[in-house]
């Protein structure tokens, strides 16, 4: 399961721009990787810790802007085409589990 968050925040003022920073920054603090700019995606290991994950994101939502967030199974994620440009190829971004003994 991902948790894809998109969002569309507001940089005029230094106000702003600090609540995008801070947003950014918390939402890779939580383990999600930016695919394209102001589209940021988790793996999640159920629809339960991705829809926790996602009451975690509205804790620290900014004040103004435009927050979406979409679940997606990994197969749907993987039918995703690449018209331009390569996947990202970060262990991050996958839904492989690797076990430490």
């Known amino acids: ?11 005029e003022t230094a106000i702003e721009r600090k609540a995008y920073r801070t947003f950014r920054k918390a939402l890779i603090n939580e383990g999600f990787v930016m695919i394209q700019f102001s589209v940021y995606v988790r793996v ?3 629809a ?10 509205q804790k ?10 979409m679940m997606l199974t990994e197969k749907q994620y993987l039918d995703m085409h ?5 996947p990202l190829d ?12």
């Open 1 to 11: 399961m991902r948790l894809m968050i998109m969002f569309d925040l507001p940089v």
């Open 44 to 46: 999640c290991a159920s």
């Open 60 to 69: 620290f939502l900014p004040a103004n802007g435009l927050v979406q967030t």
């Open 48 to 57: 339960n810790s991705a829809k926790y994950m996602e009451l975690r994101v």
């Open 90 to 101: 970060d262990v991050r971004n996958t839904s492989d589990r690797t076990v430490i003994i």
């Open 82 to 86: 690449f018209l331009l440009g390569k």
